[in-house]
T-cell receptor, first 114, second 117 residues
Framework: NAGVTQTPKFRILKIGQSMTLQCAQD?????MYWYRQDPGMGLKLIYY???????DKGEVPNGYNVSRSTTEDFPLRLELAAPSQTSVYFC?????????????FGPGTRLTVL | AQKITQTQPGMFVQEKEAVTLDCTYD???????LFWYKQPSSGEMIFLIY??????QNATEGRYSLNFQKARKSANLVISASQLGDSAMYFC??????????????FGSGTRLQVQP
């Protein structure tokens, strides 16, 4: 049981490049989330998904896209990378969306845009 | 307005002593959950403890306990018998009811704890 996995761990992009951050979970969780953490700050929600084929925007969605074709995978796409997207990206999942349910996080991807 | 406030950017504690990390929250929702996560220097987010708004007793998990004062809207994390491995960033987070439209955790800005030998 690997929990939530993310690849890559680190990445450096040039301005204008694109990339996909991968996230997978093996806990059969329906709910998955992408957060970003800027230096010295807490996490902010980018996108979330309540099941395969269903996604919605979070607090800071601009410059990102997501898809959810399977229960296990929830990739985050960065189009036309900008320095403002330099951050640590966390994927998380939970069994349900109730206020009592714990979200479990992946190890994060540290992205630098130069 | 800040939904989660952690007023201590950094804290020091001696090994084997107890330490309290402060967290206050703001919500009008009667149903919510409060969470604490630990983020060591390696970067991962580790779930520590959870408190539900309707829970009558304070949550405990090993050396971690949550001092929940609902009227004051505070949910302080208490770490007993600090260990060197407790040195990390600690985040308080809240999750409100789904039908409010807020599905995600709302995080505070964190407290960096350093345990000194």
């Amino acid at each position: 049981n690997a929990g939530v996995t993310q690849t890559p761990k680190f990445r450096i992009l040039k301005i204008g490049q694109s990339m996909t951050l991968q996230c997978a979970q093996d806990m059969n969780h329906n709910y998955m989330y992408w957060y970003r953490q800027d230096p010295g700050m807490g996490l902010k929600l980018i996108y979330y998904s309540v099941g395969a084929g269903i996604t919605d925007k979070g607090e800071v969605p601009n410059g990102y896209n997501v898809s959810r074709s399977t229960t296990e995978d929830f990739p985050l796409r960065l189009e036309l990378a900008a320095p403002s997207q330099t951050s640590v990206y966390f994927c998380a999942s939970s069994y349900s969306e109730t206020s009592t349910d714990t979200q479990y996080f992946g190890p994060g991807t540290r992205l630098t845009v130069l | 307005a800040q939904k989660i406030t952690q007023t201590q950017p950094g804290m020091f504690v001696q090994e084997k002593e107890a330490v309290t990390l402060d967290c206050t929250y703001d919500t009008s929702d009667p149903s919510y959950g409060l969470f604490w996560y630990k983020q060591p220097s390696s970067g991962e987010m580790i779930f520590l403890i959870y408190q539900g708004s309707y829970d009558q007793q304070n949550a405990t998990e090993g050396r971690y306990s949550l001092n929940f004062q609902k009227a004051r809207k505070s949910a302080n994390l208490v770490i007993s018998a600090s260990q060197l491995g407790d040195s990390a960033m600690y985040f308080c987070a809240m999750r409100e009811r789904v039908d409010t439209g807020r599905r995600a955790l709302t995080f505070g800005s964190g407290t960096r704890l350093q345990v000194q030998p």
